[in-house]
């Protein structure tokens, strides 16, 4: 995945070997899970069946998860072992980091004590809301409610210039909505009416369960979800802010104050903790007046209880059980389709992995990671790299004049694998045994004042942005760099015991997707250094644009769930990173195979086992619900198409499984940019 810019502005939307991992025994003798085939199926006319199905019949979604493919498969397995570390170190007597990690799970695991507490630990925050006597007092409680990771309003963090990409300014965007997406409070069709009417109810019962009475709460939620409905339409929708010119508005504090001035924004950011500073970046200029819009004409207690909402809202998961299982009700149950609460311990897991990620993840590297399989991997990033050296080479639409720029942003990026090389530091971080509210309050305010710390000063490059255990990788468009934590340098991703066919078709190819992110519709906006500039000539530009539709519009024929289909231009990013991924990890692999000869295995050619590996890294089965709204907000295509959507732009697929010319695994017209 590339590092969403929007996202990243905002207040910074595919996830190779661990020694324990690799103790799994292995699937057949080249790496391809031939349980996963589906025989029955003809992989000329669906090839993701054909490498799937029998996947997809033995692993039906559990009663806790919306969704269940070899992501989660994987994240199981990792969670296992981070259980284990957790459990361990809650035992621990002796001080430092340790101690840390299993205080605060010991503490969120600790049910009892938390149901006991009850609200409480959360009084302060509400009576700084309920203290608010007039308007220009709100920008100081939102400045206090930012630092502990409550959202009202909008967001407020750092990130590099995009201009001067080497230097880390503030940043204003756009937040403070409940609901994922701006549409779910705009269009009118059955299914958003239906989500906003069950999201009204579920604010209403929150504040119920604050101590309002039902018709105050009901009277609550109203007020709430006007506030937010225009909110939301200032928005700048998902599509729009994949393009980061549109999210770059580098203004003064001047200018600032100017689109919100019902907004105290001195008080602001005194309370944010704000460093002192001179301009910023403002991603959605039109969001911030609409702010402006809402706070001065919005009566003041229905802005106070928009504030009391959030604070109660981004707290539910370390509030009394009736408060989380609410939360789980309408997020997990309606909006994504799960019938039941993850396991409290999963849940416990993924917070300290959030919160304190590389304290955690210190430990995994030690207890998991083997050099080895960092040294295969670094071995198939220089292959790729490579491969795309070549591609940019011999490609007929580029011009020289741009080829040569495409080389020096290829040859500048920076490949980081595993783990960081300097691990962050806690020490400043108090975790109080029994204190879960409180733990997590001082976490998001140890991470905010740490990205805070960041603003005037050069970007720290070795920094990481994903914890080690994390099972996925990205590319950081600002830094030019690829990164591949250890998490997801497992099978079936990567299997040091598979043979390179499977490991091509599947790492590598992850690989490449996120090195062709640095030249997808995003990435290929900023240069070298990671500054955002042209680079392209304008007839180079244009041929680009023209292969992207393509892609576009291909994607966007497919079917999401029913009368849902994909978003092209949403998904138009990894779409063209897969394609691209797929295509430089086949060339990698041919130029392989010139000096290291790979013959048939388990019945299937070299050649068919590298399609096989790319495909079964898909393998996945989802509610109708994530279905729907992943189409709405995810910027990754559905399994099903990130197999066969890519395999069907290949000519070389084809005569792998010896299709012929009108098999429906061939895309017409077939789609190429990388």
């Not at 509030?319 to 039941?340: I, M, W």
């Not at 468009?477 to 066919?501: S, Y």
């Not at 066969?644 to 077939?670: D, R, T």
Request: overall charge neutral; hydrophobic content about 40%; glycine content about 6%.
């Amino acid at each position: 995945m590339a590092v969403p810019i929007a996202a990243m502005c905002a207040v910074m939307d595919a996830r190779v070997g661990a020694q324990q991992a690799t103790d799994q025994p292995i699937a057949s003798r080249s790496g391809v899970d031939l349980a996963a085939i589906d025989k029955s199926a003809n992989a000329c006319t669906d090839f993701y069946q054909f490498a799937c199905g029998g996947w997809i019949a033995k692993h039906p979604i559990p009663p806790d998860q919306p969704r269940y493919g070899r992501f989660e498969e994987l994240q199981d397995r990792n969670n296992e072992i981070l259980k284990s570390i957790l459990e361990d170190a809650a035992k621990t007597t002796s001080a430092g980091e340790l101690r840390k990690i299993g205080d605060y799970y010991a503490s969120c695991m600790d049910e009892a004590t938390i149901e006991t507490k009850g609200i409480q630990p959360l009084k302060s925050d509400l009576d700084r809301v309920a203290a608010i006597k007039a308007k220009q007092d709100i920008a100081a409680v939102v400045g206090h409610l930012h630092t502990i990771g409550v959202g009202p309003f909008f967001g407020f963090s750092a990130a590099p210039d995009f201009k001067d990409a080497s230097q880390v300014i503030p940043i204003f965007g756009q937040s403070g909505l409940g609901l994922p997406d701006r549409d779910y409070y705009l269009k009118d069709d059955a299914n958003f009416v239906k989500i906003r009417e069950q999201y009204q109810q579920h604010v209403a019962k929150m504040l119920q369960l604050a101590g309002d009475s039902p018709d105050r709460a009901a009277a609550s939620a109203k007020a709430v979800v006007q506030i937010e409905t225009t909110l939301a339409k200032h928005a700048l929708d998902r599509v729009s802010r994949r393009n980061p010119t549109n999210v770059y508005h580098k203004m003064s504090m001047d200018e600032v104050r100017q689109l919100v001035p019902s907004l105290n924004l001195s008080a602001y950011l005194e309370n944010a903790e704000a460093p002192a500073v001179t301009n910023a970046n403002v991603t959605e200029p039109d969001f911030m007046k609409g702010i402006d819009a809402v706070i001065s004409g919005t009566p003041l207690d229905d802005l106070k209880t928009y504030m009391r909402w959030h604070t109660i809202h981004g707290n539910a998961h370390v509030l009394p059980k009736a408060f989380d299982q609410e939360h789980f009700s309408f997020y997990d149950k309606t909006l994504r389709g799960a019938q039941e609460q993850r396991p409290r311990w999963k849940r416990c897991v993924d917070a300290v992995d959030a919160d304190l990620g590389e304290a955690l993840g210190k430990v995994y590297v030690e207890r998991t990671f083997g050099a080895e399989g960092k040294q295969r991997t670094v071995e198939m990033v220089q292959a790729i790299e490579a491969a795309l050296a070549g591609d940019i080479k011999q490609i007929t639409w580029m011009s020289d004049e741009t080829k040569r720029q495409a080389e020096v942003k290829l040859r500048a990026v920076a490949n980081k694998v595993g783990y960081p090389e300097k691990w962050r530091d806690y020490s400043s971080l108090r975790i109080v045994r029994g204190d879960a509210l409180g733990n997590s309050q001082r976490s998001n305010a140890f991470a905010y004042r740490r990205e805070l710390a960041k603003i005037g000063k050069p970007v720290d490059k070795t920094e990481w942005l994903m914890t080690p255990p994390t099972v996925n990788a990205y590319y950081n468009p600002l830094e030019n760099n690829i990164n591949f934590p250890a998490g997801i340098l497992q099978p079936p991703f990567f299997n040091r015991a598979a043979d390179d066919a499977v490991n091509f078709g599947a790492a590598a190819a992850v690989v490449g997707h996120e090195l062709t992110h640095g030249f997808d519709d995003q990435g290929r906006r900023f240069d070298a250094q990671g500054n955002l500039r042209d680079w392209w000539t304008p007839a180079d530009g244009k041929a680009f644009e023209e292969r992207a539709a393509c892609i576009d519009q291909q994607y966007s024929g497919y079917t999401a769930v029913a009368d849902v289909k994909l978003n092209g231009k949403l998904t138009l990013g990894e779409n063209v990173a897969d394609n691209g991924g797929l295509r430089l990890a086949w060339m990698a692999l041919m130029e392989r195979m010139k000096s290291k000869a790979l013959g048939e295995a388990d019945g299937f050619s070299p050649e068919q086992r590298f399609f096989l590996g790319w495909a079964q890294m898909w393998c996945e089965n989802r509610t109708d619900e994530i279905a729907r709204l992943h189409a709405q907000t995810n910027p990754h295509s559905p399994g099903r198409y990130r197999a066969n959507g890519v395999v069907s732009n290949m000519p070389e697929f084809l005569k792998a499984f010896s299709c012929q010319p009108s098999a429906a695994m061939k895309s017409e017209p077939v789609c190429r940019v990388w």
